[in-house]
């Protein structure tokens, strides 16, 4: 059996439409669809007389009871108002002589003191730089060099707090300028 080489074989020739001698007419189609524009157009047209026709009818179907006279409001006369009372409001008088006592047991101060650690750094620069950062906020930060197993770290501290509330009301100023990394802890120094 011969191969055949389809590729080089090209395209198979194309059969040749025939030429219409009305170029420039439109064929008009004869049987149902011819109509179609018609119909719809004929529907469209008696839905409007229908609804011109129903709008007619309902205009005279409106009720004469209605009274079309204009009724102008009667300016009240000063006799026609009664008196206004007179507002007596008696917490006015009572409140200046009321007292609020409230015990307050008073905190007892501790020799606790609190530090706020809030980064620590391999290199001085970085520390010095957190420094600032936290300069800018008002508060005062020391840097803490400290050697241990793992090497020289440089520590971002910030205290002594007199108080827990102290501290945490730093840290959350810090938190503003997205400083989150603070810890409080209870350290002697």
């Not at 409001?73 to 409230?102: D, F, H, M």
């Not at 440089?154 to 959350?172: C, N, Q, T, W, Y």
């Amino acid at each position: 059996m011969a191969q055949r080489d389809y590729v080089s074989r090209g395209k198979a020739p194309q059969k040749k439409k025939p030429e219409n001698k009305k170029r420039g007419k439109s064929q008009v189609k004869s049987g149902p669809t011819a109509s179609f524009p018609i119909v719809r157009l004929v529907i469209v047209v008696i839905l409007l007389i229908g609804f011109a026709v129903f709008l007619w009818s309902i205009k005279d179907n409106a009720s004469s009871e209605v009274d079309t006279e204009v009724v102008r409001p009667v300016a009240p006369t000063q006799e026609a108002l009664p008196e206004l009372p007179k507002e007596e409001w008696e917490y006015i008088r009572t409140l200046p002589g009321y007292e609020v006592e409230v015990d307050v047991a008073e905190q007892e101060k501790s020799d606790k003191r609190y530090l706020m650690q809030c980064a620590s750094f391999r290199t001085r620069a970085q520390a010095e730089e957190m420094k600032a950062k936290i300069a800018f906020q008002g508060l005062e930060a020391l840097i803490r060099q400290s050697s241990g197993s793992n090497g020289e770290w440089f520590r971002v501290i910030l205290g002594p707090f007199e108080s827990k509330r102290d501290a945490e009301k730093a840290k959350h100023s810090l938190r503003k300028v997205n400083i989150a990394t603070c810890q409080i802890w209870y350290w002697n120094l």
